[in-house]
């Protein structure tokens, strides 16, 4: 079953066109990374999978709603994690939890279980009643993916969650990510570290607006002729044309 289906979708800004006409799906319980350079498109492709950006046109659905019509359903069953903002720093990590609980309907009870379970599952104990701007970076990303994940969503977005955290930090995140698809959750995961590709069921890149390889890393590692990740994207990448 796919829970992301798009099909032409573009999106221009004047005579730019930041999104060319890209096509693929996303099934369910898959972990699927979006790669590209700065300046590639996947941000805005990102915004208009969420609800936040209309596209210019071409069709789309994600977890079965119309990226036209259903913006708000779409926000309602996603999840939803940026490297620049997931977390209020001035509350503790308990309070992030409820307020978000909150913001997707959640029942008081429903969200005293769910954090108790975040809790134990994180070992937070010491951190549960701590302001998060006084928590090492490591601990705030994980629980930052607590709360985008808190109201058990079909499909979770991880906008470059590991950025400027140390590899053992990122190979910890990863676990989630995995307990995460186990539990039916679908991941969909930007990044610039293409050892993290590597963990991907299957990895599109993108280039200038347009998607030029699709494929599971193995697959596009032999298409390429690559040892990894990185000789494939930079393959790729220098194929780029516009800036960032």
Not at 69 to 94: A, E, R
Not at 122 to 134: A, Q, Y
Request: aromatic content about 10%.
């Amino acid at each position: 079953m796919n829970v992301i289906e798009t099909q032409d979708l573009t999106k221009r800004f004047g005579s730019f066109t930041a999104v060319d006409h890209i096509s693929f799906e996303v099934s369910e319980r898959e972990i699927f990374g979006f790669l590209g350079a700065n300046g590639a498109g996947k941000t805005t492709a990102m915004k208009m999978l969420t609800g936040l950006l209309n596209p210019t046109s071409g069709k789309g659905s994600v977890a079965g709603f119309d990226i036209y019509k259903d913006t708000q359903k779409i926000k309602k069953n996603i999840g939803y994690m940026s490297q620049k903002f997931s977390l209020y720093d001035d509350l503790t990590v308990f309070e992030n939890m409820r307020l978000f609980g909150g913001i997707y309907g959640m029942s008081d009870k429903a969200i005293r279980a769910r954090a108790d379970y975040w809790v134990r599952e994180l070992s937070l104990k010491t951190e549960r009643d701590l302001l998060v701007r006084d928590l090492p970076l490591g601990i705030k990303q994980k629980v930052s993916f607590a709360v985008a994940t808190f109201h058990t969503p079909k499909i979770v977005f991880l906008d470059e969650p590991t950025g400027g955290v140390d590899p053992i930090a990122r190979r910890t995140f990863w676990e989630l990510i995995y307990q995460a698809a186990e539990q039916g959750i679908t991941v969909f995961v930007t990044t610039h570290y293409m050892d993290e590709a590597e963990y991907c069921n299957r990895v599109s890149i993108m280039v200038d607006g347009k998607i030029k390889a699709l494929d599971t890393p193995g697959n596009l590692k032999k298409e390429f002729n690559s040892d990894n990740m990185d000789e494939v994207f930079t393959k790729l990448a220098r194929e780029a044309k516009r800036g960032e």
